[in-house]
């Protein structure tokens, strides 16, 4: 597929189509970092679909997904290339025993050959039709001078290997870096990116989400899943259920074969919503002090617009 042809109201339908729910908003940077061939920086909460977009957006290209899972102490080597020195060593033993020149040997072991090619390197070498997504992970858990040398690295999509000589990308991969704000993300990092902030959605686009994740769900528990999650997010817990935990819900209730949602399946299934034992303990405080009244929330379900 040639997404640089795709209009903004097709690229939101075929994410659609994909069972992904975006606004035109978000479509709208995706149309731009595709036209423009800028890498998009997503913030947000956690499980609110900020990977999930570069997951399906390379499902509608058709084409490759790259991960680079970020994490404290990432370093350059185990993000861009490695040498494989298992491989390097059983060739110098090799020759060694066959008495072949030493010289050659070491000049030959730091070739492509030999070479572990980590997501930003086979990003920058991909060679096919279509460019692939690639996914810079939660870069907010990255040491500062990992940012620092992605800078480098998205500014002019080449790399140089001393042994080697520099690569150039052929195709510019389409990059989505996400980030749940653990820490802030230098300036100059997010002067290179087009930004996207992905925040919880309404009731209105989240019951549609489940629907569409979940068409044999009943009309009436969907509405109620969606009510519940749009509540305690407006309570004070450690941690806010995101729509990744509305979809973990809404599968637990269905596989329990749950009509609708009463205290009793609530109680079963709350560990699907938190996490965090201090946020389970604080549920069952509001519900048993009335604080959190189930029955009478489920009353006042907001009316879907025609």
Request: proline share 4%.
């Amino acid at each position: 597929m040639n997404a640089k042809k795709l209009t903004i109201e097709e690229i939101q339908e075929a994410l659609r189509k994909q069972r992904y729910i975006c606004d035109r908003s978000l479509a709208t940077v995706v149309y731009l970092s595709i036209t423009m061939g800028k890498p998009v920086l997503l913030e947000g909460e956690a499980g609110v679909g900020k990977t999930e977009i570069a997951k399906v957006l390379a499902d509608v290209m058709e084409t490759k997904l790259i991960r680079l899972q970020c994490y404290e102490g990432l370093d350059a080597n185990t993000a861009l290339y490695e040498w494989n020195y298992p491989k390097q060593m059983l060739r110098i033993k090799l020759e060694e025993v066959s008495r072949g020149d030493r010289e050659t040997v070491e000049t030959e072991i730091f070739t492509e050959e030999y070479l572990v090619k980590r997501p930003l390197l086979e990003a920058i070498q991909s060679d096919g039709s279509t460019p692939p997504v690639l996914l810079i992970d939660e870069i907010d858990r990255a040491d500062m001078e990992f940012e620092a040398f992605l800078l480098e690295v998205l500014s002019d999509f080449q790399i140089t290997i001393p042994e080697i000589g520099t690569i150039r990308a052929k195709l510019r991969p389409y990059v989505f870096l996400t980030s749940n704000r653990t820490r802030e993300i230098h300036d100059a990092l997010k002067r290179r990116c087009l930004y996207h902030w992905i925040d919880y959605p309404a009731f209105e686009k989240e019951y549609e989400i489940v629907m569409t994740k979940f068409p044999q769900v009943r009309d009436h528990l969907a509405k109620q899943i969606c009510a519940f999650m749009q509540r305690v997010r407006q309570m004070n817990f450690y941690k806010r259920p995101g729509v990744a935990e509305t979809l973990d819900w809404a599968s637990a209730l269905i596989t329990l074969n749950r009509q609708e949602l009463d205290e009793k399946a609530l109680e079963e299934t709350m560990g699907c919503i938190f996490k965090y034992r201090e946020d389970l303990h604080h549920l069952r405080e509001e519900l048993s002090g009335k604080r959190l009244e189930l029955d009478q929330m489920l009353k006042e379900i907001p009316e879907l617009s025609a």
